[in-house]
């Protein structure tokens, strides 16, 4: 009985310190981004005073306006556009399903093994060839359609019921009409999932506009906070509020959405 | 006959129109890219002067010493860190998994937390509470657990253990969520089964939970090798690749012969395809071993 006991607190308390320090660097964060440079080094834990002076600093410094309108306006792009082509695909792949598009799904599901850093520089040079360097469009092409997605949709699509169709086609519905009247519609959830993934993907996206933003004023928040570093002099107190302004955005959509969340990173494992 | 004919090969063509826009952007921004990578290896030259060099490239790779390096340096992340990764998530899953455990919720929020931080932010904040005069330092101090404060990207293995360090943080719950979902398909009637014959909580772990978890260990372990041999954002914002390239990686290397240097697409493209290759292998190898049933 002792033994158990013991057991069972151990349990807690690891999963308590494993708790405690999953959330510790973010509540450091924010806590950091309300205090001056020395205080955020010198390890204060309490919330300062300091939050409109770190604002002012960065707004001096920085363009940050600009750098959260442009991640806010690529994220909101590549979301519509990934929902639009890959939820069209995946309905295809399923409701029309044969032969040749069975197979054609397997090939597209192949390139979910090549790696960015494997195509990224064709993709630079095609990009620059077109002239599409610094802008929303170059940002969401390479990524508009994935196979993930695709595979998503189809797997939702699988549970869209055959007699449903069926009953709409000798309503005399055309085929758009079943999937944008009675295929989105059932399908939201599959769609919350799909544009979380997508939004988080491109608002975090590093590497590539790293390479193709390459005027400041396409910057996006990443390259902004990673540039903010590269100085000589960090001020840590509005380099943290950068760094909060940026993360805080999708922690709210993880807290509130949590369920599509997960729901997303398992049903790419089915 | 003749009109039910017709109208499925109406409903083909439709089908057809449907998969079409996608799959022209997949042929077009992935599959045209990695054959577009694979020629660029055969040429040499500087940005788009290039011409064609045979193997001249690869054969370029092997004597060059900082690709080696980098290689080197993510397979450490790769053998080091996974591992352990993957079996701190398996524990919290586990223990997360039990129906009677107080503050749940709370728990499984706080773990997964970690995967709404964007990397590029992550990196620059354990780059802030790792720094020589920063917050970690001050707290071993006080704790009298060193009497300097460690140089963390200033030392080679220092600068290893951090980005050690930082992934571990990441990515645990991420995975944990993986082997969750995993558990909660395994029928509690095994386990009922194995309490009636006497086995205790580790023997049950490791002869029911893993053996049947194996499909979902296997995945996260592709998952997670993928994407460390594509390292890039963490050793770019929290260590630069430094120092003196302990923790560059292949990624960031690619980076700096592409667009820091004078751009050596073909050499670049070259050590890209290696990296594609060496992503296809592993996961190959891994499902062979994984696979033994």
Redesign the interface.
């Known amino acids: 009985m002792m033994k158990r006991r013991a057991i069972t607190a151990a349990k807690y308390v690891f999963l308590f310190v494993a708790a405690f320090l999953s959330i510790f660097p973010l509540a450091w964060m924010m806590i950091s981004a309300t205090n001056t440079s020395v205080d955020v080094l010198t390890g204060r834990l309490l919330p300062g005073a300091y939050l409109g002076e770190n604002l002012k600093t960065l707004a001096a410094h920085t363009n940050i306006g600009r750098a959260l309108w442009n991640s806010f306006r690529n994220a909101i792009v590549a979301t519509i556009a990934s929902l639009a082509v890959c939820s069209v695909a995946g309905y295809g792949f399923e409701i029309y399903h044969d032969r040749g598009k069975d197979v054609l799904m397997g090939i597209l599901l192949l390139s979910m093994m090549i790696p960015f850093a494997a195509i990224m520089i064709p993709l630079f040079m095609m990009v620059g060839r077109a002239n599409l360097l610094n802008t929303t469009t170059a940002f969401v092409l390479p990524t508009v359609s994935t196979a993930f997605l695709i595979f998503l949709f189809r797997q939702s699509a699988r549970y869209f019921p055959q007699e449903v169709i069926e009953a709409a086609r000798i309503e005399g519905m055309g085929e758009l009409g079943i999937f944008f009247k009675m295929y989105i519609p059932i399908m939201r959830s599959t769609y919350a999932t799909a544009a979380i993934i997508t939004f988080m993907g491109a608002w975090n996206s590093y590497l590539w506009p790293l390479i193709i933003m390459q005027k400041a004023e396409s910057r996006t928040m990443p390259l902004l906070i990673s540039s903010l570093i590269a100085g000589y002099v960090t001020d840590y107190g509005a380099l943290m509020l950068a760094v909060t302004s940026s993360v805080l955005p999708t922690i709210v959509i993880f807290l509130v959405l949590q369920r599509n969340f997960a729901e997303g990173i398992i049903s790419s494992m089915k | 006959m003749e009109r039910v004919m017709k109208l499925k090969t109406r ?2 063509v ?6 079409l ?3 022209l ?2 042929f077009g ?6 054959v ?2 694979f020629i ?1 290896s055969f040429q040499t030259g500087v940005g ?1 002067n290039l011409k064609f060099a045979g193997l001249f490239n690869y054969k370029r790779l092997l004597a060059d010493n900082l690709f080696k390096k980098s290689l080197g340096n993510v397979f450490i992340y790769l053998v080091i860190q996974v591992p352990i990764m993957l079996m701190l998530a398996l524990i ?1 899953a586990q ?2 998994n039990d129906q009677n455990l ?2 749940r919720g ?2 499984r ?14 990196a ?6 790792f ?1 020589l ?3 970690v330092n ?2 071993l101090m006080n704790l009298n657990l060193i009497t300097r404060p460690i140089n963390w990207i200033g030392h080679p293995w220092a600068a290893r253990l951090l980005i050690v360090i930082a992934l571990t ?1 990441r990515w645990t ?2 995975n944990m ?2 082997f969750l ?1 995993g558990l909660q398909n395994i029928d509690d009637s095994i386990y009922e089964a194995a309490l009636i014959d006497g086995a205790n909580g580790l023997t049950r772990f490791f002869k029911i939970t893993i053996p049947l978890l194996r499909p ?1 260990i296997l ?1 996260t372990a592709i998952m997670s090798t ?1 994407g460390t ?2 390292l ?2 963490e050793p ?2 929290l260590t630069n690749g430094g120092p003196a390239n302990a923790t560059l990686s ?2 960031q290397y ?2 700096r012969l ?2 820091q240097y004078s751009p050596r ?1 073909g050499y ?2 070259a050590i ?2 290696v ?2 290759a060496l ?2 292998i592993l ?1 190959l190898i891994q499902m062979k071993v994984g696979d033994t049933r």
């Not at chain 2, 439709?14 to 998969?19: I, K, N, P, T």
């Not at chain 2, 929020?109 to 992550?122: D, E, I, K, N, Q």
């Open positions: 409903r083909s439709v089908g057809w129109f449907f998969v826009p996608a799959t952007l997949i921004f992935y599959f045209y890219p990695i577009k990578a660029l788009v919290l223990l997360l107080k503050f709370f728990f929020t706080a773990l997964f937390l970690p995967c709404a931080t964007s990397l590029v932010s992550y620059i904040i354990f780059r802030a509470m720094a005069d920063g917050f001050a707290i943080w719950g991420y969520v993986f979902a979902i995945l993928n041999l594509q890039f954002d770019m914002n292949v990624s690619i980076y592409s667009f697409f670049a493209a890209s395809f990296i594609f992503v296809a996961a």
